[in-house]
């Protein structure tokens, strides 16, 4: 009979934990970001600093415990035309999944435009965290799509590879 309990007990906290973990991975934490928040900027072509662009239907997540959560849509008036030849864009870069219940961003549709060129995608800002990268990726009919892709010196920090002399310093971790 302790046999049988303590074998209840086993299945019954397994079964505990892993739905904790599949909340916690799929919904605990992510946090909307406000429409007060929201701005989608792009790199000028030949510049280093994001330039604000118009948008509208802004929605996004993001989640402090990394810094390649970040998911946005939004809907722009610009043309692809335009923003080609303005803006600096970035080739053979695909969309990072979103939480299934995120249903704006469809990171197997994004990359389907992409791959037929009917979307494009833009530097959207070097850097926004130490060796990350936020992307944009806007489609014929001005839909927009935002993620953070690790750049260089972010796969090679996160690998543990050697960073080299072209990446800035990394941030100094904070010890407990």
């Known amino acids: 009979m302790t ?3 303590l074998a209840l007990a086993i299945m019954i906290s397994a079964l505990v934990a892993g739905a904790a973990l599949y909340y916690l991975q799929v919904y605990g ?24 662009i118009p948008f509208d239907s802004f929605e996004a997540i993001d989640a402090d415990s990394s810094p390649i959560r970040y998911r946005a ?21 695909s969309p990072r999944n979103a939480p299934g219940w995120f249903e704006c961003f469809n990171a197997e549709a994004i990359g389907q435009a992409l791959d037929a060129g009917t979307a494009l995608t833009f530097l959207g800002a070097k850097n926004v965290h130490y060796g990350v990268d936020r992307i944009v990726a806007i489609t014929e009919d001005g839909r927009g799509f935002v993620w953070h892709e690790l750049n260089d010196c972010g796969e090679k920090a996160y690998d543990g590879t ?10 100094a971790r904070a010890t407990q």
């Open 73 to 93: 849509c939004f809907t722009t008036p610009l043309s692809l035309a335009m923003l080609t030849e303005t803006y600096e864009m970035v080739e053979n870069v």
């Open 3 to 5: 046999g049988k309990i």
């Open 162 to 171: 050697v960073v080299g002399e072209e990446c800035p310093p990394a941030p």
């Open 29 to 52: 934490y992510y946090e909307e970001v406000s429409a007060s928040e929201a701005e989608i900027t792009l790199v000028a072509l030949g510049g280093t600093d994001p330039e604000e």
